[in-house]
């Protein structure tokens, strides 16, 4: 379920960037309601469904795999409203917005989008991606924000994490009684292989992690 807030924030950016968008639509014999339904006038066969949670970043272990079923939620139903889009017939879509070109529309794709909170790896962003708004605001670049299409691809290939492909995650043990805990203690960047023809490499470093630790 989504907030005034998260709403309106991600609506500012959206229109910032060409989208037009509608929120808060019933769908017909109340089988369910879109959140955000969003078009860019320069694509016009292209629809974006965008289902809001209201879940905040979390820290402990069962908290995170609750954030992560509810965030799974929002894809089935994601899956269930663009079904019913794709079912209606031409007149019963105009009925629920005008302004798209509804004949022209031949592409939808689907986003589920929260505050803050992340999801697990249980969670698979392939069909309908998981972002946060905050994510949305910080790493989406002016190219990602040209269609539906390129927002979704953007969602779902996350480009901001490439950087990580080859880190090295370290942990110190600690044991307690019978179990050994590893603690997160920080992600080494291994430097990127330098292109042919170019001078120098990308950046590397140690950043340290807060999460809590994990029996072994």
């Known amino acids: 379920m989504s907030t005034p807030g998260d709403c309106g924030r991600q609506r500012e950016l959206l229109g910032q960037h060409g989208f037009q968008f509608k929120t808060r639509i019933g769908l017909p014999d109340g089988v369910g309601e879109i959140d955000v339904l969003a078009f860019h006038d320069k694509n016009p066969t292209e629809l974006l469904v965008i289902e809001v949670k209201g879940v905040l970043e979390v820290d402990e272990v069962n908290e995170v795999d609750h954030a992560t079923e509810e965030l ?64 949305l605001r910080t790493h989406f670049r002016p190219q990602h924000l040209r269609s539906p299409r390129r927002l979704w691809a953007a969602a779902v290939a996350k480009p901001w994490l490439r950087r990580f492909g080859g880190a090295t ?41 807060t999460r809590r630790g994990r029996p072994r």
Do not use: C
């Not at 689907?110 to 698979?124: K, S």
């Not at 001078?199 to 950043?207: E, N, W, Y």
């Open 72 to 135: 799974m939620s929002g894809q089935g139903q994601l899956r269930k409203v663009i079904g019913v889009l794709r079912a209606l017939p031409p007149a019963d879509r105009v009925r629920l917005w005008s302004k798209p070109t509804w004949p022209h529309v031949t592409d939808l794709y689907g986003v589920v989008l929260a505050p803050t909170a992340q999801p697990n790896a249980r969670y698979d962003h392939r069909e309908y991606p998981a972002i946060t708004l905050d994510t």
């Open 169 to 209: 995650f370290e942990f110190d043990q600690i044991r307690v009684g019978e179990v050994t805990y590893e603690i997160p203690a920080g992600v080494r960047e291994e430097p990127l292989p330098t292109p042919p023809g170019r001078q120098g490499s990308a950046p590397s470093g140690l950043g340290r992690g």
